[in-house]
């Protein structure tokens, strides 16, 4: 865990609703100090290991994910929400506190048996966390790991992708909601 990456990240108290203390990893995007010891962090933790993709989860996984596939020198994939991909998708479902949602993937997005690091910026329930593990390995691929900049514990998203099979790697965790 790194408290410098975590010193990056501020806590908008009661948002989105009262009680929820928010995690807005935007402060850290919009520091270069800050964006780029995370992205040394993640390139430090997976250089050399036998990766051929990196999949980041919409919105915030596009930016950490595209540039640490950059650092590793693999591909990028991004994993997105219903209707953003032109070509033939395949879908998966998953549960929100009120309802569900969808992301999506293309078929030919990656190649069977291929190693992929799953990206988000964070972990809280790991609904959509699992909804992208479960796409990719319809897809055939194997997640080496699912890495995210910040966990929420003790909503237990990160324990939920361990359960399923998954390594979790995250630069920071933060108690409560």
Do not use: N, W
Not at 26 to 43: H, M, N, R
Not at 114 to 120: N, S
Not at 148 to 166: H, I, K, N, S, T
Request: hydrophobic share 45%; proline share 5%; charged share 25%.
């Amino acid at each position: 865990m790194s408290e410098s990456v975590a010193s990056y990240i501020r806590t908008i108290p009661d948002y989105p609703k009262p009680g929820i203390l928010f995690r807005d990893v935007t402060t850290l995007i919009a520091d270069p100090t800050g964006f780029g010891l995370a992205i040394d962090e993640l390139t430090a933790r997976y250089e050399g290991r036998a990766l051929d993709v990196v999949v980041g989860v919409e919105a915030r996984g596009f930016i950490f994910g595209a540039a640490l596939a950059s650092r590793l020198g693999v591909g990028f994939v991004p994993v997105r929400k219903p209707g953003k991909l032109p070509g033939e998708v395949i879908g998966e479902d998953y549960e929100l506190e009120y309802g569900t949602d969808r992301l999506e993937v293309h078929v030919d997005a990656v190649e069977e048996g291929a190693r992929v690091l799953l990206v988000d910026d964070l972990i809280a329930t790991g609904g959509t966390a699992t909804a992208a593990l479960v796409l990719l390995r319809r897809l055939g691929a194997e997640v080496a790991e699912a890495c995210f900049v910040v966990d929420l514990p003790d909503l237990g998203g990160a324990r939920r992708l361990q359960e399923l099979g998954c390594p979790c790697h995250a630069l920071c965790a933060f108690e409560g909601h």
